[in-house]
């Protein structure tokens, strides 16, 4: 989160004055400024101090997830983790004086366990006071969301060293839109065709026909080998879906999902875990109801896929509150705006980083975290459903460069990125989101891969970036999903996330049966004893910014990643008997 902050703004300069410039941007170029926003408005502003020991974290997480590695396995406890990112007690007190000087006592702030994040809610008023800045109401020309944000902002300098970022100032991305979309193919499932069956010449996997049409829970073990494999109830394993705003997983749904797809798991629930819901508005999300008009179909497609996959499976549906984009009635000049709870991701971490159990693997759409990977957990992403870009990628700094976008936090290397799949054999389906980063360098375990792949592309084909997207993908194309009683077409890379998660939760259910560890962060063993354990795809490409995008080819490709699970090799790489 941090991380992601800082990176996505641009370094400021350092000033003369008592207060200089900590962060500037140049808004991208879809927002538009509006008016000021009533200075009653109240942001929830969230202060990054400084983390002590980043770099021996982040030391720790290659270590603990590095197969050949002796601490491999070894992962950290909760309090372990937060000792590694506490601030320095000089930043503790620097930043707590200069709240005191503007008349904020510490019982106005909430803390995170390692105190490296502090969270305070005031008037809009102040905050342009404490941040020597003017904000802002800003309106999304697509979309006609608002945000209340600013396009740079100040601290004392002698502040700059003690944090590391203060948001929401300079952050316009609209949170809510890094979730995956949903494509609807409004296949007609009735006539699916189910007679015979189809070989996957390359892996040999003996697949339905009717797979072609509507892709269920059996045809996802056909495809990735997993057809035999029965997993238990282990206390030590977990599969975690996280869920935004409206995205309500309907347990009806579930169990006609369950009775059609997999009836052992009839009548079984999910735990649902409730996130920042204290307020009385429902529309921020984070509540659970269960009236069938308000399922959400990207939430019952993760946790039918996910927790159908692998049942019994311990499974856990998060559901965090907090909208970012808001519509304020500030137009009619109506100061009597609900709080702006901005960034619903940031109340997620909270509430995992101050918990011990955590489930093993978690899918989700929003969010980089190094912390809980060192803790050993799987965290899976889809990797966005645009291919190497929507539209014409041109870069919002004013030199309108051609840059394609691959969506954050995919392009996080500290997540398992799960681009996607469609087709028997698979290929690259068309909006499998992949590319480079712009912002983040390549991490070492990509070196061998993401070089051969660049030093395959014709002389000069899009001046090749750093860090790879994705990492790996699975089939994103007509899940058959039951949503508000009906069974339904539904694709996208929000798909393949979750189908993955699942098929990494039975791995760690046959580790424990073995005895091992449960997985934790993937991509280390992925690159290199885990290849084996996966189906190369090497056709199909994902077209964007007017571009053909990129090829999959043999090996690592900006299209796939590595390739699809073979559960049955994964486990037999994994487990030397
Ligand atoms: C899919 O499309 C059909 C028909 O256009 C519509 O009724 C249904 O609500 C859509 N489903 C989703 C998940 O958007
Ligand atoms: C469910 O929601 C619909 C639409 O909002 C509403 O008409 C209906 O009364 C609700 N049903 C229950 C049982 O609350
Ligand atoms: C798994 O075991 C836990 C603890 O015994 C229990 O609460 C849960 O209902 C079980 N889940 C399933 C799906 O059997
Ligand atoms: C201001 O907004 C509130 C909540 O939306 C509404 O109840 C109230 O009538 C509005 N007042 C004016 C003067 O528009
Ligand atoms: C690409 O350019 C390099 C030098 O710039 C050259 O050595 C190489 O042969 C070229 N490769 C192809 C495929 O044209
Ligand atoms: C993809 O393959 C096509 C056809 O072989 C080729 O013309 C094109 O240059 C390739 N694109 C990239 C980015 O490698
Ligand atoms: C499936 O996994 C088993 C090992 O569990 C392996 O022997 C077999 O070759 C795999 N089948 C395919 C089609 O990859
Ligand atoms: C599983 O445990 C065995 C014995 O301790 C070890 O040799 C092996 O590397 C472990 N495998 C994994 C994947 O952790």
């Known amino acids: 989160m941090k991380l992601w902050a800082a990176l996505l703004s641009l370094a400021a300069s350092g000033a003369l004055a008592v207060n200089s410039i900590k962060e500037t941007v140049i808004p991208p170029r879809e927002w538009i400024r509006n008016g000021r926003p009533p200075s009653s408005h109240v942001v929830q502003l969230r202060i990054g101090l400084?983390?002590?020991?980043?770099?021996?974290?982040?030391?720790?997480?290659?270590?603990?997830?590095?197969?050949?590695?002796?601490r491999y396995g070894d992962y950290l406890s909760k309090g372990a983790v937060e000792d590694l990112v506490a601030p320095h007690p000089e930043?503790?007190?620097?930043?707590?004086?200069?709240?005191?000087?503007?008349?904020?006592?510490?019982?106005?702030?909430?803390?995170?366990?390692a105190k490296d994040w502090l969270t305070i809610k005031i008037p809009v008023s102040l905050a342009e006071e404490l941040l020597d800045t003017k904000y802002h109401v800003w309106r999304h020309t697509h979309s006609g969301e608002y945000i209340v944000r600013t396009t740079s902002y100040s601290l004392p300098s002698h502040l700059h060293d003690h944090i590391d970022v203060i948001q929401p100032t300079t952050i316009f991305s609209r949170t809510i839109g890094f979730r995956s979309t949903i494509h609807n193919i409004s296949v007609s499932l009735s006539t699916a065709n189910a007679d015979g069956t189809i070989r996957n010449l390359d892996s040999g996997a003996i697949i339905d026909n009717s797979c072609k049409y509507a892709i269920t829970l059996n045809c996802l073990k056909q495809l990735y080998n997993a057809t035999t494999y029965t997993a238990t109830n282990q206390s030590e394993n977990g599969i975690g879906i996280t869920g935004y705003l409206e995205q309500y997983a309907n347990i009806q749904d579930l169990q006609s999902f369950y009775g059609e797809q997999q009836p052992v798991a009839l009548g079984s629930q999910f735990e649902f875990v409730s996130i920042n819901a204290h307020t009385q508005d429902a529309y921020e999300g984070g509540q659970n109801p269960q009236n069938i008009s308000q399922a959400g179909?990207?939430?019952?497609?993760?946790?039918?896929?996910?927790?159908?996959?692998?049942?019994?499976?311990?499974?856990?549906?998060?559901?965090?509150?907090?909208?970012?984009?808001?519509?304020?009635?500030?137009?009619?000049g109506n100061a009597s705006a609900p709080a702006n709870t901005n960034e619903p991701y940031g109340e997620w971490l909270d509430h995992m980083l101050s918990h011990n159990d955590l489930p093993a693997t978690i899918s989700t759409s929003?969010?980089?975290?190094?912390?809980?990977?060192?803790?050993?957990?799987?965290?899976?992403?889809?990797?966005?459903?645009?291919?190497?870009?929507n539209g014409e990628c041109l870069t919002n700094d004013g030199t309108q460069v051609k840059r394609f976008v691959?969506?954050?936090?995919?392009?996080?290397?500290?997540?398992?990125?799960?681009?996607?799949?469609?087709?028997?054999?698979?290929?690259?389906?068309?909006?499998?989101?992949?590319?480079?980063?712009?912002?983040?360098?390549r991490p070492k375990w990509q070196d061998k891969s993401v070089k051969k792949y660049l030093a395959s592309l014709p002389n000069g084909t899009y001046e090749g970036l750093?860090?790879?997207?994705?990492?790996?993908?699975?089939?994103?194309?007509?899940?058959?999903?039951?949503?508000?009683?009906?069974?339904?077409?539904?694709?996208?890379?929000?798909?393949?996330?979750?189908?993955?998660?699942?098929?990494v939760a039975l791995l760690n259910d046959a580790l424990l049966k073995a005895s091992?560890?449960?997985?934790?962060?993937?991509?280390?063993?992925?690159?290199e004893k885990g290849l084996a354990g996966l189906n190369d795809i090497k056709s199909g490409n994902n077209p964007g910014c007017g571009?053909?995008?990129?090829?999959?080819?043999?090996?690592?490709?900006?299209?796939?990643?590595?390739?699809?699970?073979?559960?049955?090799?994964?486990?037999?790489?994994?487990?030397?008997c």
């Open 297 to 332: 179909a990207e939430a019952n497609l993760d946790v039918q896929f996910a927790f159908g996959l692998s049942f019994p499976i311990q499974s856990t549906f998060y559901s965090t509150a907090g909208r970012p984009p808001f519509i304020p009635p500030y137009q009619s």
């Open 547 to 576: 571009t053909d995008g990129f090829n999959a080819t043999e090996g690592w490709d900006p299209a796939t990643g590595l390739g699809t699970p073979n559960f049955g090799k994964l486990k037999d790489l994994l487990i030397d």
């Open 366 to 389: 929003y969010g980089d975290n190094e912390d809980t990977g060192a803790r050993g957990i799987s965290l899976l992403f889809s990797s966005g459903d645009s291919g190497v870009g």
């Open 466 to 503: 750093y860090n790879g997207i994705p990492d790996v993908s699975a089939y994103a194309e007509s899940y058959r999903v039951w949503y508000r009683g009906i069974p339904t077409s539904i694709g996208g890379t929000s798909a393949s996330a979750p189908a993955f998660a699942g098929i």
């Open 516 to 527: 091992n560890r449960t997985l934790g962060f993937l991509n280390p063993l992925l690159y």
């Open 50 to 70: 400084r983390q002590a020991n980043f770099d021996a974290l982040e030391r720790h997480l290659y270590e603990v997830s590095d197969p050949s590695h002796r």
């Open 406 to 441: 691959p969506s954050f936090p995919a392009s996080c290397p500290y997540v398992t990125a799960v681009g996607g799949t469609s087709g028997i054999p698979e290929q690259a389906v068309f909006f499998s989101g992949g590319g480079f980063s712009n912002y983040f360098p």
């Open 91 to 113: 930043s503790l007190a620097a930043v707590d004086a200069w709240l005191s000087c503007h008349g904020l006592p510490e019982s106005d702030y909430v803390r995170s366990p």
